[in-house]
Every structure is written in C-alpha cells, then in structure tokens.
C-alpha cells in the first residue's frame, strides 16, 4: 500500500479552504480574542504511530476555547464514570452554544457537556474529583503533546471573566437546581482558565490521539474503555460544533470540538487527529476556513466515520 503524504493533503486542503469567499471574523464578545489575526491559518495531522504533519501557522499557539471541553469531559469520565450523565445531557440544544432558555424547562440540566451550560457542569464535576480541574487539563495536554509550554493565557482568561455574564448566570441558575457541587466562583474560574490554555494545531491533535486510539493514552495506559471513546466520539459528532453539528457532519464527517478561538479538532479513528486553526468564525461560532479545510480534506480522501 502506497504512503500517504499526509503534507500534500494538508497544504491542499488550506488551499481550497483560501478559495472560500467568506474569511468570517475573530470572537469580538470576549475582547481579548478580537485582536486576532483573521488571516491566520494552520493545520497539522497526528497519526495513531505518533508520526505529525503539519502546514501553515501549524504551531502558532492560539487560544483552544471550547476545545478544551473535550478533555475536560474526557477526564471528568475517565475519574467519575457514567455517573456524570446525572447531570448533564447528550442531545444537540438546538440552540446558540450560551442559550440560558432550555435550563429553566429542563430543570437545570444541560442538553449536553459542549455547550457552555453542559461544560460549567462538567468542569465543576472535574473540580469535585481532582481537586484542580484547569490544572488535570493542563497537565493532560503538556503530556500527550510533549510540550510542557501549554499554558493559561492569564490576560483571556481575566478578559472572558470582565465579560462572563452568561456564564455567571447559567452557573448560578444551574446551582439553585442542585446541580453544581462547587462554589460557583470557583467552577467559573477553572472553567475560564482551561478554555484559556494556549497551545498549538500540533499539541492539539498529538492530544486528541487518544479517541483515535480507542482510548489509549500516548504512553499505552488507558484513559477510557473502547466504549467510552466510542461514546465521547458520537457525542462530538453530535454536539461538538454548536448549534452547527448536522452541517459539519455533513461537509466534514468526522467527530469534531470547535472553539470561538479559532480552533477546530477531529478524530480520525483508527488514523489519527487532526486540527487546524484560523480566527475568523462563522454565525454559529466555528472556524470559516477551519471547517472548509476539514471539508476538503475528508472529500480528498474518503476519510469518514459513514
């Protein structure tokens, strides 16, 4: 069987992403991230063997966002178990990713842990069993990427708590119903922090290796059963591009986590990861060309969970 050459197709997927009309434009609702460069642009592919790929700002570190809910939920699970569905759904919201509308009817449970209400949830439950949820993210990313320069952007995470009023709110609705264990202030700052960490389209698929790989650690531990990744993977497939998850599993076919950073990470399973990177966001919050990358690249290759 031919090699792949997992460069071509990366630097061929940026460039039919560049032929996009529409360029979107970066989150300006949390100030700090407004000042990114909307022509940035990276992506970079990890195999299942640990071998990486990468083409453009492949390994310019940029704020992860909601990535980061991914391996919060991930860790949440791997520590506390199934237990964790108590309190938090697994469906689509339908609804914009900071929607407070649906906690009221549905008793203070979020639809699902990717939108910001589900993660606070997550996060505070991540916080009760570890004692430092931002820091056994953290740690979790330095590991599996090799790079112990994945940090919290100090300044973001100060920036989206100024302007966190949305969140303050659901965390505190969420409480009145029970459903948070922590004090709210202390499951707001741990979750600013973590979707503040920065690290790079490199890091990021080196740290998703583990869904690819049913649930293997990059050292050969294991972090969840096969089923438990299976599980995260159909989520993500479901839920992990807001309220855009049926488009991008139309274009892209892969489960994905997005972030208004830029940021969009997919699962290969049994491949790799890949992630790439560019500021400017669609309505829904997900990466113009980021998704229009993704797309190209699994339409070049046939790469899909279908």
Not at 33 to 62: K, N, S, Y
Not at 153 to 175: I, K, L, P, Q, T
Not at 266 to 283: H, I, K, T
Request: hydrophobic share 45%.
């Amino acid at each position: 069987m031919a090699r792949v050459d997992y460069q071509v197709l990366l630097q061929d997927a940026m460039e039919t992403a560049r032929r996009e009309p529409a360029r979107g434009k970066p989150a300006d609702y949390i100030p700090a991230l407004a000042a990114a460069d909307p022509e940035a642009f990276g992506m970079a592919i990890a195999t299942v063997d640990g071998e990486v790929f990468g083409a453009g700002a492949w390994q310019q570190a940029f704020s992860v966002q909601s990535v980061s809910k991914l391996f919060t939920l991930a860790l949440a699970l791997a520590e506390g178990g199934e237990g964790l569905w108590r309190g938090v759904g697994r469906e689509p919201s339908g609804n914009p990713f900071n929607s407070l509308v649906q906690l009221e009817s549905e008793h203070g449970i979020p639809r699902n842990p990717f939108i910001n209400a589900g993660a606070l949830v997550v996060t505070d439950r991540l916080l009760e069993l570890t004692g430092d949820a931002v820091g056994a993210v953290r740690e979790f990313l330095r590991r599996e990427s090799g790079n112990d320069a994945v940090v919290t952007d100090d300044a973001v995470a100060a920036s989206e708590a100024r302007h966190g009023h949305r969140n303050a709110a659901m965390a505190h609705f969420m409480a009145s119903y029970g459903n948070l264990r922590n004090p709210v202030d202390s499951v707001l700052a741990h979750y600013y922090a973590h979707c503040a960490i920065s690290a790079s389209c490199r890091d990021l698929a080196l740290a998703g290796l583990f869904l690819a790989r049913h649930g293997l650690r990059t050292d050969g531990s294991r972090l969840l059963s096969r089923s438990e990744a299976k599980r995260i993977n159909a989520v993500l497939l479901t839920c992990g591009t807001y309220d855009a998850a049926g488009e991008f599993a139309y274009r892209v076919g892969l489960p994905g986590k997005s972030g208004v950073g830029g940021g969009v990470l997919a699962v290969l399973p049994g491949r790799g990861a890949v992630c790439v990177w560019s500021p400017g966001l669609d309505a829904a919050g997900n990466s113009v060309l980021g998704v229009a990358a993704l797309d190209a690249l699994t339409t070049a290759t046939g790469w899909s969970v279908f």
